[in-house]
């Protein structure tokens, strides 16, 4: 896993939901964002074996990062981009799709 990932929580209040890396904490726990209910800010802390990694990573975020000035319209967009909307059965992204196709 490194910055800028896409991964999905398999476990907890928040199962199901996408979240992208922004950060490891040195209790081994991962830094996760999705830009609305856990901001850059206040990141949600989660243990790196109750996470599913997607293939991607944004490079973009991943810089920013880097840079210091991410902020939370820039995960939301990254997730908009890469998540599918729940009426919308096509999914374009290569990162997600061999995932919704298996279940």
Request: overall charge positive; proline content about 5%.
């Amino acid at each position: 896993m490194e910055l800028g990932q896409a991964v999905r929580s398999l476990a907890g209040r928040d199962r199901g939901k996408t979240y992208l890396i922004i950060g490891f904490n040195a209790d081994g726990r991962v830094l996760l964002a999705d830009g609305r209910v856990r901001t850059v800010d206040k990141p949600k802390k989660k243990n790196i074996r109750h996470l599913q990694p997607y293939r991607c990573v944004l490079p973009e975020i991943k810089e920013g990062i880097k840079q210091g000035n991410i902020d939370d319209h820039a995960v939301r967009n990254a997730l908009n981009k890469l998540y599918p909307k729940k009426n919308n059965s096509e999914c374009n992204s290569p990162c997600l799709r061999s995932f919704l196709a298996n279940g």
